[in-house]
């Protein structure tokens, strides 16, 4: 009895066939199952522990320098909410599938698509992307161009899973366009704005740079054996986009807050103000501050000059 209680009921309690879902498609549709429902709530407890660690290192520096520990935070709390609801069996629809499989793995004429996971990658690609392109202190029309485009790439890769024709593949396409000019910025650009930045920058943009240009390109594979070609079984997708990432979020930003640790923001144009910083009031009244020409403001009226400070 205390087993049963404490069992994963999810797949029951939040069936798809409630609001006049047809109990026929329900049949059909090719679901995850309570190993892959473990699987997500297992990974939304990784997501929820590495928010908590993120956040907690984050108080251990200056509110001024703790830019990059707060986006990092972003990224897995907006994950975990993600993984609670496909662990929950929410945040799905069921798309007639384009290619029929025989195997017990793939079999159905329907597949569940967590559009929740989308709606994840909306939001925390451009964050990771963000963390990695600040650290290279790429200017800010690059930077807001390569979010752009990964925007372009998410929604593409959402259109796409959710068309039931062929046409699936013309988003596929335009998605893993936006992809590779992605990639090329981290390869090439990001890169060598990094190393100028200095050694201990370029280190710590290498290895979270490598690690992410790694990983984004597994996705697309992911989608085509999952959303897009149906081979595998959503319990294999659960498996393949979680470790994705799991590698892509808590691991990718424990090494970008540890390539940090010796890094002041500023140094990478991103210098910070505080209500107390002692600072604050010099470089106010510093010559140009606030277009003033420093200390004095001279006016000058015959042959007397009028100074105010």
Not at 267 to 274: F, K, P, S, Y
Not at 283 to 288: D, I, L, S, T, V
Request: charged fraction near 10%; include cysteine.
């Amino acid at each position: 009895m205390s087993l049963n209680k404490r069992a994963n009921n999810a797949l029951n309690t939040n069936s798809y066939t409630v609001n006049g879902i047809s109990q026929a498609v329900n049949n059909q549709t090719l679901q995850i199952t309570t190993h892959g429902s473990d699987w997500y709530w297992a990974v939304c407890a990784v997501m929820v522990c590495s928010t908590f660690a993120f956040m907690g290192l984050a108080v251990t520096k200056p509110r001024t320098q703790r830019i990059f520990h707060y986006i990092t935070a972003a990224i897995t709390m907006v994950a975990s909410i993600a993984y609670f609801s496909m662990g929950s069996n929410l945040g799905w629809t069921p798309i007639p599938v384009e290619f029929h499989r025989n195997t017990p793995q793939a079999h159905g004429n329907y597949r569940e698509i967590f559009y929740v996971r989308y709606i994840d990658w909306f939001i925390t690609t451009p964050l990771l992307l963000l963390d990695l392109l600040l650290t290279a202190a790429l200017p800010w029309p690059t930077l807001m161009y390569v979010i752009l485009l990964d925007w372009v790439m998410i929604v593409t890769g959402l259109v796409g899973a959710l068309v039931a024709s062929g046409y699936k593949w013309g988003y596929f396409a335009f998605g893993c366009a936006a992809l590779a000019y992605i990639v090329y910025v981290l390869v090439f650009e990001a890169r060598k704005h990094a190393n100028a930045m200095g050694r201990d920058v370029g280190k710590a943009f290498t290895y979270c740079g490598s690690l992410t240009t790694l990983l984004w390109i597994l996705y697309p594979i992911a989608w085509g054996l999952c959303e897009g070609g149906n081979v595998i079984h959503p319990d294999s997708e659960a498996i393949f986009y979680g470790i994705l990432d799991l590698f892509a979020k808590p691991v990718f930003g424990a090494l970008l807050i540890w390539g940090h640790r010796g890094i002041d923001p500023a140094r990478l144009g991103l210098h910070i103000h505080d209500y107390d910083e002692k600072d604050l009031a010099i470089e106010m009244k510093r010559p140009g501050a606030n277009g003033t020409n420093g200390h004095t403001n001279g006016i000058t009226n015959g042959n007397s000059t009028e100074q105010t400070v």
